[in-house]
């Protein structure tokens, strides 16, 4: 898709999915808005920016990735994206479970 076919709320719909999951991650990892903002080298505000679902630049959510310790991709999973790999990671530990069991 081009970029030019990309409408507006379809962006604001992903700008809102990375926010959400930033601050998921940063709560998760018991970090407040300005301690995430210090180890990627961004200012709070621009985290707080974010998280609220403004645009913000690829360079930033790579260092608020690094920072947080994900992968940059991570980032734009939604419930159901993480919902549907645990199940697959679930199914595939029986699998191996089941395999090393037949040992």
Same mark, same amino acid.
């Given at each position: 898709m081009s970029a030019e076919m990309t409408s507006p709320k379809r962006?604001?719909?992903?700008f809102n999915i990375v926010g959400a999951n930033i601050i998921r991650l940063r709560t998760g990892a018991g970090m407040s808005q300005k301690e995430l903002g210090t180890r990627a080298?961004?200012?709070?505000?621009t985290i707080l920016a974010i998280e609220s679902g403004k645009r913000c630049n690829l360079t930033n959510l790579v260092k608020i990735a690094d920072a947080? @310790? *994900?992968?940059p991709a991570d980032l734009f999973l939604?419930?159901?994206d993480r919902e549907e790999i645990t199940y697959k990671t679930k199914l595939l530990i029986e699998?191996?479970? @089941? *395999?090393?069991n037949l040992k």
């Open positions: 962006l604001e719909e992903v080298g961004v200012g709070r505000s947080l @310790e *994900v992968n939604t419930n159901k699998k191996i479970t @089941e *395999v090393l």
